[in-house]
């Protein structure tokens, strides 16, 4: 068991010494940022019955982000997010639960 521990180590050292360090832009410490965000609603469907009078509906967003200074923060960004409704009741609650990336 010692052995494979000792392996393991020096394995990982040898690893990290060949990890070389990454080259990033400068970017300024402080100053101001103005950046566009754009949303399209991608049509959503009709409200599926679940059961029980609930109801679930699927809405999906496509974003971007593009910097109007053109800097590279936050500049030609792409994401999309999901919502998904979870409608009780005759409308007695509501849920959403959303997720982005």
């Known amino acids: 068991m010692m052995h494979i521990r000792v392996i393991s180590a020096l ?5 990290l010494t060949l990890v070389s360090y990454a080259q ?15 949303t399209t609603a ?11 009078g609930k109801q679930h509906m699927q809405v999906n967003l496509i974003m971007t982000r593009s910097n109007d200074q053109g800097n590279p923060i936050l500049n030609k960004m792409a994401g999309c997010c ?5 409608i009780g009741r ?10 982005c990336r």
């Open 82 to 86: 999901q919502l998904t409704r979870l």
């Open 11 to 15: 394995t990982a050292a040898t690893l």
């Open 42 to 52: 991608v049509p959503a469907s009709k409200p599926m019955e679940i059961g029980d």
């Open 90 to 99: 005759r409308d007695a609650w509501l849920l959403h639960l959303h997720r």
């Open 24 to 38: 990033a832009q400068s970017i300024p410490p402080e100053g101001e940022l103005h950046v566009t965000y754009t």
